[in-house]
């Protein structure tokens, strides 16, 4: 009987069962990956916008059968692998497809939608050679089920977590990108430039902000700099230290800088905090203070 030969493992809460048996059925679906893959694609509805909708392009399309192709050798591969190298074969692909769904801005939803309507297919692959092997028992389908629910249980578990982190780092690129173009310093002459700032103002800005007016001060050869704060409604304590600190390091790399469009509760907050204008040429808008210039 084949289950005296079978090897049996324990590995991050996975049972492997690597045996005569598990080879044939990792033989089976590998021969019929392109067959799963294709009734999986014609399972597709229309959907206006989606990559899984059965009207997406060739291009598309293409793209799914070779992704889909590479999943199901990493997934069948509990059938023949260790726990090294089926976990790893697994995270790989988790890794490489959750990365490319974030950047395509496909929602975690649909993916895991389309991932439960492949599973039901792959069952069914196993489901007939179950039926075509009339030496395979209810031993091996209860084996073979706790393999595959626990696999796609873990593939489910796993894609969540990378797709997420995928998201997490598109978006704080965005905001840096963002932040970055929010704070741009604009030469208007020779030795002068503008740095004129619009929104609310966090932390994590105001550092932004001071990395980008020393870089692009230095980078324009600029003698003064007009930081301009008309557009920026609130300014919490920690903020309004870390702008003054901005023009400090300007000074100290021989920028003089020059504060324009003050707001009243601006002004109060940096009273506050101790800070001494008596250095800092101040003026009530950007028109006024460049008049002065002229």
């Known amino acids: 009987m084949h289950y005296t030969e079978k090897i049996v493992c324990k590995q991050k809460g996975f049972l492997f069962f690597m045996g005569q048996k598990n080879a044939e059925l990792y033989n089976y679906i590998i021969e019929n990956r392109e067959r799963i893959t294709e ?30 192709n590479a999943f199901i050798e990493a997934v069948t591969s509990v059938f023949t692998s260790d ?10 692909w988790v890794e490489t497809i959750a990365t490319a769904r974030a950047r395509q801005s496909v929602p975690l939803h649909e993916v895991i939608a389309q991932i439960r309507v492949f599973r039901r297919i792959y069952w069914g692959y196993v489901r007939k050679f179950f039926n075509e092997d009339f030496e395979a028992d209810s031993n091996d389908a209860l084996e073979w089920a706790e393999i595959l629910n ?31 173009l929010s704070s741009p310093v604009i030469p208007i002459k020779k030795g002068v430039g503008i740095l004129p700032l619009v929104g609310d103002i966090d932390t994590h800005r105001a550092k932004i902000i001071l990395e980008t007016a020393l870089e692009q001060s230095v980078k324009q ?12 409604a609130i300014i919490d304590t920690m903020v309004a230290q870390q702008i003054f600190q901005v023009m400090a390091s300007l000074k100290i790399i021989g920028v003089q800088s020059v504060l324009s469009g003050i707001r ?15 250095d800092i040429k101040v003026h009530a808008n950007l028109m006024r203070a460049l008049e002065t210039q002229t």
């Open 221 to 232: 050869q600029l003698d003064t700099l007009y930081i301009d704060l008309s557009a920026v």
């Open 150 to 180: 626990n696999s796609f249980d873990y593939i489910i578990e796993r894609f969540a977590i990378r797709h997420y982190e995928a998201d997490q780092r598109i978006l704080q690129s965005q905001q840096q990108m963002i932040y970055e």
């Open 39 to 68: 009734e999986w694609l014609d399972s597709r509805k229309k959907t206006d916008g989606s990559m899984y909708s059965s009207n997406a392009s060739s291009q598309v399309e293409e793209q799914l059968k070779n992704q889909n």
């Open 83 to 92: 726990g090294d190298e089926f976990l790893g074969a697994l995270d790989s």
């Open 264 to 278: 009243p509760e601006i002004a109060q907050t940096a009273i506050t905090l101790g800070i001494d204008f008596k």
